[in-house]
Antibody
Framework: EVQLVQSGGGVVQPGGSLRLSCRASGFTFADYAMHWVRQAPGKDLEWVCLVSGDGAHTYYADSVKGRFTISRDDSKNSLFLQMTSLRGEDTAFYYC????????????????WGQGTLVTVSS | DIVMTQSPDSLAVSLGERATINCKSSQSVLYRSNNKNYLSWYQHKPGQPPKLLIYWASTRESGVPDRFSGSGSGTDFTLTISSLQAEDVAVYYCQQHYSIPFTFGRGTKVDVK
């Protein structure tokens, strides 16, 4: 059974930093691209970033480019999101998500999701 | 960026009746090389992560009840719940993965009338 268990999150002041983690099990983690998706309270789902299965390629939404960094440690079956220069508009539930297919061109269908973790940016 | 527009914003359907949700993309999400539409549908219930229902516009994810179906191609898509059950109350989102940034529609809230 695929499981994605998230940790991190919490309250941080504007301009601060936070790191989210996502521990994967039940599949060959290194074979899959992984994503972060967020949803601000009462707002739409927003794709945030992705890292390829081999970790060589990363892509970001314009809203977080230059401030957020996605990374992975395949030896620990773990995905990370380092968030810096946080703003009020970054307040959201953050979900890690697994691609539906392994190592292909069909990336961006989110077949499994973590439980979500709330990040609140507030002074 | 590809803009995904869903309609209606919300709908209320009697149990056992049909629910239909529409989604329109600002440009085609049909990948010509494999004739696949890069369009997915998700169900999102409060307190839970979203759940993938449909991918490639019409392929049901494993374990999804067959009352859920997707159709459409190019820029116009539909999610149909053929016989609404109480457990289907949720917000439904379409999403394109034709190009980065991947984008979602604004969601359609489905309730029981």
């Amino acid at each position: 059974e695929v499981q994605l268990v998230q940790s991190g999150g919490g309250v941080v002041q504007p301009g601060g930093s936070l790191r989210l983690s996502c521990r994967a099990s039940g599949f060959t983690f290194a074979d899959y691209a992984m994503h972060w998706v967020r949803q601000a309270p009462g707002k739409d789902l927003e794709w945030v970033c992705l890292v390829s299965g081999d970790g060589a390629h990363t892509y970001y939404a314009d809203s977080v480019k230059g401030r957020f960094t996605i990374s992975r440690d395949d030896s620990k079956n773990s995905l990370f999101l380092q968030m810096t220069s946080l703003r009020g508009e970054d307040t959201a539930f953050y979900y890690c998500a697994k691609d539906r297919v392994a190592a292909g061109t069909d990336t961006g269908t989110f077949a499994s999701w973590g439980q979500g973790t709330l990040v609140t940016v507030s002074s | 960026d590809i803009v995904m527009t869903q309609s209606p914003d919300s709908l209320a359907v009697s149990l056992g009746e049909r629910a239909t949700i529409n989604c329109k993309s600002s440009q085609s999400v049909l990948y010509r090389s494999n004739n696949k539409n890069y369009l997915s549908w998700y169900q999102h219930k409060p307190g839970q992560p979203p759940k993938l229902l449909i991918y490639w516009a019409s392929t049901r994810e494993s374990g999804v009840p067959d009352r859920f179906s997707g159709s459409g191609s190019g820029t116009d898509f539909t999610l149909t719940i053929s016989s609404l059950q109480a457990e289907d109350v949720a917000v439904y989102y379409c999403q394109q993965h034709y190009s980065i940034p991947f984008t979602f529609g604004r969601g359609t809230k489905v309730d029981v009338k």
